[in-house]
C-alpha cells in the first residue's frame, strides 16, 4: 500500500489534448502519441502487439483509490512516465482523463485503463493500471473497477510531503487505526514531484498477486466498462478470467446471449493499441460488432461459441440518488437528443432512463443520477460531447408513498409507489403515509470543525448515530441523513465550512416516514415545472422564502413587474417581487460609435432565443438550476 | 447583355448596398464608370465628424480616445486633419456636406486656424452650403470670449458646452476643471456670440446624487441656458476612475428607480419649458413637430405650437442636424483619430455602406495619414441586414422614429409593416411603440426602456429578413467576363489599407 504526498491540485486547465512526444527509448509504437482527433484511427495502421510474452504470473492488476482532490490521477500520471508509456514532459496533466469534463473540473468521472510495461530484477512485467473517479457520487464506477483488479493501491494525502507542514507520521498512524494497514507497507511518495513513485511500482510487484487464471481454460471475459465509437461502435473493455481472444473468434454474450465475430483485440496505453490476442489474466479491449446500446452489459461474461462457461457474477447495479426531468429546449430536437441520450448512457451506464412528458416542457425523459456532481458531468458531456442543449428540472430523489385511496391503488396496481416526479406526488387525502429515502453518512473532519458541522447536520434534519476520534485531531462523525437534504449542497457546504478538510461518504440506509409535501414556484402565477419540489413539512417555508429570494437575483428586470411566489396547494407561503424596468436605454452613442452598442444588442438577441419562457416571463435557462445550487460566495 | 442584367438583378437583390448613401434625386455621377456597365449614382451627401483628440486634464467618468500631452505640435496635426477631410471626401465622393461637428477631446483648445483649415479643406472637396451647421464642442475653461469670437469668425455657428453640472462639489467628483460660476460665464458669453446656438451638456445620475439636487441644478440650468440641452445620464465605463471608485464601494451606486425619477422629472420640467424631447437624450425648443401627417394630438408638441406644419418643410429650428445624422442613419464622415464613419467609398470602387473607424493613437494616426493620405484603421462592410439593424437602434432613439421612407430607402422588399406587424402590435398593445402612417417610433414609456425592446426587435428583424430576404445575387459565371464587383473586395471585411 502506498502513502501518497498530495500532488499537483492546480489542475492546470487542459494545455492541448495530448502531451507532444519528446523522443525517448520506447518501443516504436508508443512513439506516436494520437492525437485527440486521430483517436477513431488511433488503432490502425500500428504494429500489433505480442502479448504472449507476457505470462500470468508477470501480470499485475491493480487500481488506484483516494477521495477526490488527493492526487490519484497525478500519480498515474507518473506511472505511466516512469514505465514509459508516455513520454515524460511537462504537459501530462491527467492522461487517463479523458473527457473534456474531467479536464476542466480536474476530476475523474470515468475509469480508465491503461496497461504499463516494466521490468523488474531482469523480468518484464505487464502493470494494468485502472484509475478510478474518486467523488462519492462515482463510487459505483470504482467498484466496477475493482472487479477487474487484485490489489490496490490507497493514496491518503498526508498534506503535500515535500513541504513543511505536511504530517505523514500521523497521517500513517490513522491509516492503521482505521484500515489496519502496518505503518511499514505504507510507501511516502510525491506524485507531482515523483519522489518515490518507483518504489510504488516494485510494491506493486511484490505485494500484488498475479490473477488466478489460466490460458489452456476456455474464454472467460468480464466486460467491466464500455465505450461507444461513432463508426466502430461498441468498444468493451474486458479483463480475461481465462483463455484467450483473438480477431476471428466467435463469441458470446452470457447475458444476451447473443453471438458475435471478434474484428479487433487489444490493449489500452491508454488509447486503444492493437494485439494479436489478449490472454487470460490480462485486461484490455474487444471489438466485435456490437452495435445497440444495450448489448455492451456491464458485468457481462463473454464465452466461446459452443464453448459455454460458469458467468462471473455481475455488479449490483447502480442505484440512482437523484431523479430528474430532462427536455429538448425546442421540440424538433428532441430525436437528436434521444440518440446523444443513448449513446451517452452507454458510456455511462450509471444513468436511469425513462420516459416522460409534460404540460409545460413537452416530451422528454425522467434520468436518475448518482448524485447532483454525476447530474451535473452528464449535462456538460451533453453539451460538450452532443452539442446538445437541455432544460433539467431541479432534482428529486426517490420518495415513497403509501396508498390509502382504493381508487389509486387500483390505478397503480400496488399500494407503496415510489414517486421520482413532483408532479405525480399524490395528495395527501389519498395517502396514509409518505416515506422518504435516507443515507448513513460519514463524516472525517479534524476537530476544529466539529461545533459548525454538528450545526449543519442539525439543519439538515440529520441523527447522529456516531462520533469517533480516529486519533487525538480526527473525528469521524456518523449521522443518519435524509437524502434530500444532501443532494444538493450539502458537499460543497461542508466543504466550505470546512475549509475543505472534512471528507463525506454516505451509504444507502433504507426509508424512513417523513411529512412531506409538494411545493410550487410561480411566476406571474404560472408554475414553474423544473422548480416543483418535494419539501419537507418543516422546511417549505424557508426553502419557499430561499427560493423566491434568489429566483429574484437570477431573472433579469423585465418590462413589467414579476411577481415571484412560492405556493403550496393553493395557499402562497412566500413572495418576491422584481420590479419592472422604468428607465433602460443607453444615453449617448458617442460620435457615431455605435459598433460596439450593436454587438452587445445583438448578443442580447441571440440570448432572447435560449431564454426559456414561463408566461410572459423570461428566464434565462440556466437560472433554475443556479437557484437550485448555492453559488460560492463571491 | 449578360453583364448589365447581371448588375442590375443584384443591385436590385442587396437595396441596402448602395441605397441608403444615396441622395434622394438623382446626383450627378462625378467620374465616368469604368467599364461599359453604369455606376450607381454617387452618393451626394454626408456629414463630417472631426476629432480633436487632446485634453488638459482627463475627467474621471471619460473613457472617451483623448489625450493629456505636455505640448501638441498642433501644426502636424491640423495639416493631418485637413489630408484626411480631403482624402476620405474624395473616398466618398460626396458633394454635399450637410454639417460638420469638431468633438473631442476639448476641441475649444485646438486654435481657430485649425477650425478655419479643416473648414476650407471641407469646402475645397466637397459643397458646403451657407447655413449647414458647424458645431465645436466647448469646455467652460477653454471659452473667453475673444476665443468665441475666434472661432465664429473661423466659421464656427454652433456650440455645445460641456457644462455637466452647476454644482463645484458635483463637478469636483467628475474631475471638471471648472466651476459652476465659469461654467455660467462661459454659455452666457457663448449666448452673446451664438444667439439659438449654444446648447449645453449636464449629466445626472451621479454617485449620491438626490433627486433634490437634480432638479435645483437643472432649473437653474434652464435659468441659464439658450434652445437645446443635452441630458446624458451618467455611465459608469470600465477603465475610468470614477467607475473604479463605484465599484469599489468608496462611492454609492444611484439606484435605478433614482435614475427612472431623475429622467422623468427632468423630461416634465423641459416639456413645461417649451423643449421638444426629440431624442433620448436631447431636447430642443423653437421646432416643428416631427409628425408629417397628421399631427398626433397626444403629442406634447401640438399644444406648443398653433399650426402645426408637416415636418420636412420647417427649418430645423435649434434641432442638432449633425447628431440628427446619425440618428437617421445617413452618411457620415469621421476625420481624426478615433473617428467613426458610416459612408459607401464610391472613390475606390466600393458600392457598400461600410462602418470605418480611423486610427486611435494620434501619432500612429498622423504617420498613416502622412504617408497615405488617411488613417482609417478598420473598415467593416454593413450588410443589408447589419444597415437595417442600425437604422432600428438609432432612429427609434428619436420622436419622429423610423419614417416608411427612410425604412424604404433600406429596405425596399421587406416594409415596416411586413417585419413588425406581429410582434409590433403586441408592443403597440402594452404602449411601448406606435406603427402607423408615420412609421415606427416608441411612445414616452417605451423610449425609456428601449434597449429592452432592441433585442426582440432584433430578433423579429432577422426572423423576418432571414426568409424573406432575396438571396445572394446569383454570382457572374466563371470566365463570363463581367466587370469586376466593386464591393468584392471590400467585403472581406477587414482589408489591409
Known amino acids: ?454 450545526v449543519l447536520c442539525q439543519d439538515r434534519r440529520a441523527v447522529q448515530k456516531d462520533m469517533l476520534y480516529i486519533d487525538e485531531h480526527r473525528v469521524m462523525l456518523k449521522y443518519l441523513f435524509p437524502l434530500n437534504e444532501i443532494v444538493l449542497d450539502f458537499y460543497d457546504a461542508l466543504k466550505s465550512l470546512s475549509s475543505g478538510y472534512a471528507s463525506f461518504d454516505y451509504e444507502d440506509a433504507g426509508y424512513q416516514a417523513a411529512d412531506l409535501i409538494k411545493m410550487d414556484i410561480l411566476l406571474n402565477g404560472n408554475p414553474v415545472e423544473e422548480l416543483a419540489t418535494v419539501v419537507h413539512n418543516d422546511k417549505a417555508y424557508a426553502t419557499g422564502k430561499l427560493l423566491c429570494e434568489r429566483l429574484k437575483d437570477a431573472i433579469p428586470r423585465q418590462l413589467f413587474e414579476i411577481a415571484i411566489q412560492a405556493a403550496i396547494g393553493k395557499k402562497i407561503i412566500a413572495r418576491e417581487t422584481l420590479k419592472a424596468y422604468r428607465k433602460n436605454v443607453v444615453a449617448k452613442c458617442y460620435g457615431g460609435d455605435i459598433t460596439r452598442r450593436m454587438k452587445l444588442l445583438k448578443r442580447q438577441a441571440e440570448g432572447k432565443k435560449l431564454m426559456r419562457k414561463i408566461g410572459n416571463v423570461e428566464v434565462p435557462r440556466d437560472a433554475f438550476i443556479r437557484v437550485l445550487k448555492r453559488e460560492p460566495e463571491k | 447583355m449578360a453583364a448589365r442584367g447581371w448588375r442590375l438583378a443584384a443591385a436590385a437583390a442587396r437595396p441596402g448596398g448602395g441605397g441608403p448613401g444615396r441622395a434622394p434625386g438623382p446626383g450627378p455621377a462625378s467620374e465616368p464608370a469604368p467599364g461599359p456597365v453604369p455606376q450607381p449614382a454617387a452618393p451626394a451627401a454626408a456629414s463630417v465628424y472631426v476629432h480633436w483628440p487632446y485634453c488638459c486634464k482627463r475627467c474621471s467618468y471619460c473613457n472617451f480616445n483623448t489625450y493629456v500631452v505636455p505640448a501638441v505640435d498642433e501644426a502636424a496635426v491640423r495639416a493631418c486633419l485637413v489630408r484626411e477631410a480631403q482624402t476620405l471626401l474624395r473616398l466618398s465622393r460626396v458633394k454635399s456636406v450637410t454639417s460638420v461637428f469638431f468633438g473631442g477631446g476639448t476641441p475649444s483648445l485646438a486654435s481657430p486656424g485649425t477650425i478655419t483649415a479643416v473648414l476650407e479643406a471641407v469646402m475645397g472637396a466637397a459643397h458646403l452650403p451657407a447655413g449647414a451647421e458647424v458645431t465645436l464642442e466647448a469646455n467652460p475653461s477653454s471659452t473667453t470670449t475673444a476665443r468665441l469670437a475666434g472661432f465664429k469668425a473661423a466659421g464656427v455657428n454652433r456650440l455645445s458646452i460641456g457644462v455637466q453640472s452647476l454644482d463645484d462639489v458635483e463637478l469636483r467628483l467628475l474631475g471638471r476643471e471648472h466651476t459652476a460660476a465659469e461654467a455660467q460665464a462661459a454659455v452666457e458669453a457663448a449666448r452673446q456670440l451664438f444667439p439659438g446656438r449654444t446648447s449645453i451638456d449636464l449629466l445626472f445620475g451621479l454617485p449620491g446624487q438626490s433627486l433634490g439636487a437634480w432638479t435645483q441644478g437643472l432649473k437653474a440650468a434652464l435659468g441659464l441656458c439658450d434652445d437645446h440641452i443635452s441630458l446624458y445620464q451618467l455611465t459608469l465605463e470600465r477603465g475610468t476612475a470614477l467607475a473604479a471608485r463605484v465599484w469599489g464601494g468608496a462611492l454609492p451606486a444611484p439606484p435605478q428607480d433614482l435614475l427612472a425619477d431623475m429622467y422623468q422629472t427632468a423630461r416634465t420640467m423641459l416639456l413645461a419649458a417649451g423643449f421638444r424631447h426629440y431624442e433620448v437624450s436631447n431636447f430642443a425648443r423653437k421646432v416643428g413637430c416631427p409628425y408629417a401627417v397628421p399631427p398626433m394630438l397626444c403629442h406634447p408638441c401640438s399644444r406648443l405650437s398653433p399650426h402645426v406644419t408637416p415636418y420636412h418643410t420647417l427649418p430645423q429650428g435649434a434641432l442638432s442636424t449633425h447628431n440628427l445624422s446619425y440618428w437617421r442613419a445617413e452618411q457620415y464622415i469621421g476625420v481624426g483619430p478615433g473617428a467613426h464613419g458610416r459612408f459607401v467609398p464610391h472613390g475606390e470602387g466600393g458600392c457598400s455602406r461600410e462602418a470605418r473607424v480611423q486610427m486611435l493613437e494620434p501619432i500612429a494616426w498622423m504617420r498613416a495619414v502622412q504617408s497615405r493620405g488617411h488613417g482609417t484603421g478598420k473598415r467593416v462592410v454593413l450588410s443589408p441586414l447589419e444597415q437595417l439593424e442600425e437604422v432600428l437602434a438609432l432612429g427609434l432613439r428619436t420622436d419622429e422614429g423610423i419614417t416608411h421612407k427612410r425604412w424604404g430607402r433600406f429596405s425596399p422588399h421587406l416594409s415596416l409593416e411586413a417585419v413588425f406587424g406581429a410582434p409590433g402590435q403586441a408592443l403597440q398593445q402594452q404602449g411601448w411603440m406606435v406603427l402607423d402612417g408615420g412609421g415606427l417610433r416608441c411612445t414616452e414609456r417605451g423610449l425609456a426602456v428601449l434597449d429592452s425592446l432592441l433585442p426582440d426587435l432584433l430578433c423579429q428583424l432577422q426572423r423576418r429578413w432571414g426568409p424573406t430576404a432575396p438571396g445572394p445575387a446569383p454570382g457572374p459565371a466563371p470566365g463570363g467576363g463581367t466587370a469586376p464587383r466593386g464591393s468584392s473586395a471590400a467585403r472581406t471585411g477587414l482589408r489591409a489599407l
Open chain 1, 1 to 454: 500500500m502506498a502513502l501518497a504526498g498530495r500532488t499537483a491540485m492546480w489542475w492546470a486547465r487542459l494545455r492541448s489534448p495530448c502531451p507532444s512526444a519528446a523522443p525517448l527509448c520506447l518501443p516504436p509504437w508508443l512513439l506516436a502519441w494520437p492525437a485527440a482527433c486521430e483517436r477513431l484511427y488511433s488503432s490502425r495502421g500500428k504494429e500489433k502487439l505480442d502479448m504472449s510474452t507476457y505470462p500470468v504470473e508477470n501480470i499485475r492488476n491493480f487500481s488506484i483509490i483516494a477521495h477526490v482532490d488527493h492526487g490519484k490521477s497525478t500519480l498515474a500520471d507518473r506511472l505511466l512516465e516512469i514505465t514509459g508509456t508516455i513520454a515524460k514532459t511537462a504537459h501530462n496533466k491527467q492522461v487517463l482523463d479523458k473527457l473534456q469534463v474531467e479536464r476542466e473540473r480536474g476530476i475523474t468521472v470515468k475509469a480508465q485503463s491503461a496497461s504499463l510495461f516494466y521490468n523488474h530484477k531482469g523480468v518484464n512485467y505487464l502493470l494494468n493500471l485502472i484509475d478510478t473517479p474518486g467523488h462519492v457520487d462515482f463510487s459505483y464506477e470504482v467498484s466496477r473497477s475493482l472487479s477487474a483488479c487484485q490489489g490496490v493501491i490507497l493514496v491518503v494525502d498526508a498534506n503535500e510531503i515535500d513541504l513543511k507542514h505536511a504530517d505523514p507520521e500521523r497521517v500513517e498512524k490513522q491509516i492503521e487505526k482505521l484500515f489496519d494497514i502496518p505503518i511499514d507497507e505504507c510507501v511516502r511518495i510525491s506524485a507531482k514531484q515523483g519522489t518515490n513513485v518507483e518504489k510504488v511500482l516494485k510494491k506493486i510487484i511484490e505485494k500484488i498477486p498475479p490473477p488466478q487464471c489460466n490460458t489452456s481454460d476456455p474464454l472467460k471475459a468480464l466486460v467491466f466498462d464500455s465505450t461507444f465509437d461513432h463508426y466502430r461502435g461498441v468498444i468493451a473493455n474486458i479483463a480475461l478470467f481465462g483463455g484467450e481472444i483473438q480477431k476471428g473468434h466467435k463469441i458470446v454474450s452470457a447475458h444476451t446471449k447473443k453471438r458475435y465475430e471478434v474484428n479487433e483485440v487489444g490493449i489500452l496505453t491508454p488509447y486503444e493499441h492493437p494485439t494479436h490476442k489478449l490472454y487470460a489474466g490480462q485486461v484490455g479491449y474487444v471489438i466485435a460488432g456490437m452495435k445497440e446500446v444495450t448489448e455492451a452489459q456491464i458485468g457481462d461474461t463473454l464465452f466461446l461459441y459452443k464453448q459455454p462457461v460458469e458467468p462471473l457474477p455481475g455488479f449490483k447495479s447502480a442505484k440512482p440518488m437523484v431523479f430528474a426531468g430532462m427536455y429538448p429546449v425546442d421540440q424538433t430536437e428532441y430525436n437528436n437528443l434521444k440518440s446523444a441520450l443513448e449513446r451517452l448512457t452507454l458510456n455511462d451506464s450509471s444513468v436511469t432512463i425513462h420516459r416522460d412528458s409534460s404540460l409545460a416542457l413537452g416530451a422528454g425523459w425522467r434520468l436518475g443520477f448518482l448524485g447532483l456532481l454525476h447530474m451535473e458531468v452528464f449535462n456538460q458531456r451533453l453539451e460538450q460531447e452532443y452539442n446538445m442543449s437541455v432544460i433539467l428540472t431541479a432534482p428529486t430523489v426517490p420518495y415513497k408513498a403509501i396508498l390509502s385511496s382504493a381508487k389509486l391503488i387500483k390505478e397503480y396496481g400496488k399500494a407503496e409507489i415510489t414517486i421520482i416526479n413532483p408532479a405525480q406526488f399524490p395528495d395527501k387525502i389519498s395517502v396514509s403515509q409518505y416515506l422518504e429515502p435516507t443515507v448513513l453518512g460519514t463524516i472525517v473532519t479534524p476537530q476544529e470543525y466539529i461545533g459548525k458541522i454538528i
